[in-house]
């Protein structure tokens, strides 16, 4: 009798290492996106390659060899002796158009590592590391005053990166709950910038503002199954997030600088300070219906509500800019003949999803429309899937001098199952 080469020592290797490189990988981006000014930043990010081809779809979704960190219940889908080990990127295409300027970039980034695993047969574990929310805007005007020719700037950049823990309960047979514990970090830095680029006796004017941020979060969820005559199963999902407190650490600098050779060189602080404060995160719900037959089909609908009204940042009152938001998913996904052709054991995937939009400007709302389609592709001889994904996102409108923005986004992801405390004989 000898350890199966594939026992869990080697699948903790792959993820100590995976957990590291992901500390040190930063988003590789060369375009802002202004929208992510207001609240937290951009908060509908990449999830993974799965649930963005079917639009972003997942409530009632549960397989054994993926993990939905969609819904915290669905972690009891784990088989009672595997191991699931889930890891994706994704890169996206920008065009951005505000009357008849256009601009354009590109960026790429790691959109999670995860892995769950069952305890028993009616607990299930998950864990895992993704991008919370992602802030990248400037945006500058030119004037001329009796002191001369200056520009205004304003920026940010940073974002907010969530680290869980997720366990589910099967109290009885197609039923689950289950809770993801998160801790959110990371940092929001702006700044506001006067500078006077023609002039070599007045001094460029900055202020500075470094949000730091650790916090706890959690959210809930459950799943319910209603088995019909043929087999078939009817779902049902919903998730709870309650609002939260994120405290913050704050540091706010003012001063002069001058620029030479493209470089800022301070010449005295003008006022400087720290200060304890926090984030009021506001409460979301959500609810999902599906149909769906095992290892052939899965067509599901999901609603999430989010009261972004009760959004404060630092000692806010209000939030003039924020509504309450309301996204819409619809997706399906369907394999052939899982014991067919190559082509036939692939699964096809495709969704829609609509976001009526969390900012209001200029009595416009920014809603988003997003159309996507993918693939999962088995390994032969493995319990090993890819998953490639492919997105066409429409957020804005060049109405009242606003930025319509299109995103064409590709994400790729790999599961794989193995087996957990297993020991195989050799005959």
Same mark, same amino acid.
């Given at each position: 009798?000898?350890?199966?080469?594939?026992? +869990?020592?080697?699948? /903790?290797?792959?993820?100590?290492?995976?957990?590291?490189?992901?500390?040190?990988?930063?988003?590789?981006?060369?375009?802002?996106? +202004?929208?992510?000014?207001?609240?937290?930043?951009?908060?509908?990010?990449?999830?993974?390659a799965v649930h963005n081809a079917m639009g972003n779809?997942?409530?009632?979704?549960?397989?054994?060899?993926?993990?939905?960190?969609?819904?915290?219940?669905?972690?009891?889908?784990?088989?009672?002796?595997?191991?699931?080990?889930?890891?994706?990127?994704?890169?996206?295409?920008?065009?951005?158009?505000?009357?008849?300027?256009?601009?354009?970039?590109?960026?790429?980034?790691?959109?999670?590592?995860?892995?769950?695993?069952?305890?028993?047969?009616?607990?299930?574990?998950?864990?895992?590391?993704?991008?919370?929310?992602?802030?990248?805007?400037?945006?500058?005007?030119?004037?001329?005053?009796?002191?001369?020719?200056?520009?205004?700037?304003?920026?940010?950049?940073?974002?907010?990166?969530?680290?869980?823990?997720?366990?589910?309960?099967? +109290? *009885?047979?197609?039923?689950?709950?289950?809770?993801?514990?998160?801790?959110?970090?990371?940092?929001?830095?702006?700044?506001?910038?006067?500078? /006077?680029?023609?002039?070599?006796?007045?001094?460029?004017?900055?202020?500075?503002?470094?949000?730091?941020?650790?916090?706890?979060?959690?959210? /809930?969820?459950?799943?319910?199954?209603?088995?019909?005559?043929?087999?078939?199963?009817?779902?049902?999902?919903?998730?709870?997030?309650?609002?939260?407190?994120?405290?913050?650490?704050?540091?706010?600098?003012?001063?002069?600088?001058?620029?030479?050779?493209?470089?800022?060189?301070?010449?005295?602080?003008?006022?400087?300070?720290?200060?304890?404060?926090?984030?009021?995160?506001?409460?979301?719900?959500?609810?999902?219906?599906?149909?769906?037959?095992?290892?052939? *089909?899965?067509?599901?609908?999901?609603?999430?509500?989010?009261?972004?009204?009760?959004?404060?940042?630092?000692?806010?009152?209000?939030?003039?800019?924020?509504?309450?938001?309301?996204?819409?998913?619809?997706?399906?996904?369907?394999?052939?003949?899982?014991?067919?052709?190559?082509?036939?054991k692939m699964t096809y995937r495709a969704g829609i999803?609509?976001?009526?939009?969390?900012?209001?400007?200029?009595?416009?709302?920014?809603?988003?429309?997003?159309?996507?389609?993918?693939?999962?592709?088995?390994?032969?001889?493995?319990?090993?899937?890819?998953?490639l994904s492919f997105e066409y996102v429409k957020k804005?409108?060049?109405?009242?001098?606003?930025?319509?923005?299109?995103?064409?986004?590709?994400?790729?992801?790999?599961?794989?199952?193995?087996?957990?405390?297993?020991?195989?004989?050799?005959?």
């Amino acid at each position: 009798m000898r350890t199966n080469r594939n026992s +869990p020592k080697y699948c /903790f290797a792959l993820i100590a290492i995976c957990l590291l490189f992901a500390s040190k990988l930063e988003a590789q981006t060369n375009l802002s996106s +202004p929208y992510s000014r207001y609240g937290i930043g951009n908060t509908n990010l990449f999830n993974n390659a799965v649930h963005n081809a079917m639009g972003n779809v997942g409530l009632t979704y549960r397989t054994n060899n993926s993990v939905n960190y969609l819904n915290p219940a669905s972690y009891t889908a784990t088989d009672t002796t595997s191991l699931i080990f889930d890891m994706g990127f994704y890169t996206a295409g920008i065009h951005q158009k505000e009357g008849s300027l256009t601009s354009s970039g590109n960026n790429a980034s790691l959109s999670h590592i995860m892995m769950a695993f069952p305890i028993g047969q009616k607990i299930g574990v998950a864990l895992g590391i993704m991008p919370f929310s992602d802030v990248n805007f400037s945006s500058s005007v030119d004037a001329v005053t009796s002191m001369g020719h200056y520009t205004s700037t304003y920026s940010g950049d940073g974002g907010l990166t969530r680290a869980f823990l997720g366990l589910a309960y099967k +109290p *009885f047979k197609n039923f689950s709950i289950g809770a993801n514990m998160e801790y959110v970090f990371g940092n929001y830095y702006k700044a506001s910038t006067v500078d /006077f680029p023609d002039s070599t006796y007045i001094y460029s004017t900055r202020i500075e503002k470094n949000y730091h941020i650790k916090a706890l979060n959690f959210n /809930f969820g459950l799943q319910y199954y209603l088995p019909l005559a043929n087999g078939d199963l009817l779902g049902f999902g919903a998730v709870y997030n309650p609002p939260m407190r994120f405290p913050s650490d704050n540091q706010e600098k003012r001063y002069n600088f001058y620029t030479s050779a493209a470089v800022d060189y301070q010449v005295d602080s003008i006022f400087s300070r720290s200060e304890d404060n926090h984030i009021s995160y506001p409460s979301s719900y959500g609810m999902g219906f599906s149909w769906q037959r095992e290892n052939k *089909f899965f067509i599901g609908i999901d609603g999430k509500y989010t009261s972004w009204r009760d959004f404060l940042m630092q000692s806010d009152y209000t939030n003039l800019n924020l509504k309450n938001d309301f996204n819409l998913a619809l997706g399906a996904e369907w394999r052939p003949d899982i014991y067919g052709s190559f082509l036939q054991k692939m699964t096809y995937r495709a969704g829609i999803n609509y976001d009526n939009g969390a900012i209001e400007l200029y009595n416009t709302r920014i809603n988003q429309l997003s159309l996507s389609c993918g693939f999962g592709i088995p390994i032969k001889k493995t319990n090993t899937m890819i998953n490639l994904s492919f997105e066409y996102v429409k957020k804005g409108t060049t109405d009242n001098n606003l930025i319509l923005e299109n995103y064409f986004r590709i994400g790729f992801s790999v599961t794989s199952k193995d087996l957990w405390f297993f020991k195989r004989k050799y005959q």
